[in-house]
């Protein structure tokens, strides 16, 4: 929980939440308030954010599935930025998903610029989850993913493997 303090002509916001201590100094009390609330989401991650879900009574216009995952989900600021993938190259086997259904396997060096080609030439996917592996990996790793899961839009391969 976060203490504020009128220091002279500032206020001061102070927080230890897990072990960490941050404190900062503002003009007005609402943006120590202001600042203190977010650091405190940061800081105890999704816990809080569930709680001032129940606050607010947001969960009344979430979608349910947004609950639900907010239910098993239990991150703080740090972990998702430690989980991050970079932009730039990143190199694996993709899964574009339409209606819940892997609709295509493809592999890449280049992720993000091709998920944007995909788009730009009309296929069409609502989400998609990526493999990351090793350039030598690239071809068996796709071989493989379409032979399990055999997507109806990798016809090519479909054909070879008597589809």
């Not at 709680?51 to 995952?69: G, T």
């Not at 991150?75 to 190199?91: L, M, R, S, T």
Request: charged share 25%.
């Amino acid at each position: 929980m976060a203490s504020i303090r009128q220091r002279g002509k500032s206020w001061r916001a102070e927080l230890f939440v897990n072990g960490r201590r941050q404190s900062r100094s503002f003009k007005t009390v609402a943006l120590a308030r202001s600042w203190a609330d977010q650091k405190e989401l940061q800081l105890q991650g999704m816990p809080m954010l569930r709680a001032a879900i129940e606050d607010h009574k947001l969960s009344a216009v979430l979608p349910r599935r947004f609950i639900e995952a907010l239910g098993k989900a239990n991150f703080c600021h740090k972990e998702i930025v430690d989980a991050a993938f970079p932009v730039g190259e990143q190199c694996g086997v993709y899964f574009l998903i339409r209606d819940f259904q892997v609709s295509y396997v493809g592999q890449t060096v280049r992720l993000f610029e091709r998920l944007a080609q995909h788009k730009r030439r009309g296929r069409r996917f609502d989400s998609f989850t990526f493999i990351p592996c090793a350039p030598e990996h690239l071809d068996e790793l796709e071989k493989t993913y379409i032979t399990l899961l055999f997507p109806e839009e990798n016809t090519t391969i479909g054909r070879q493997l008597g589809g």
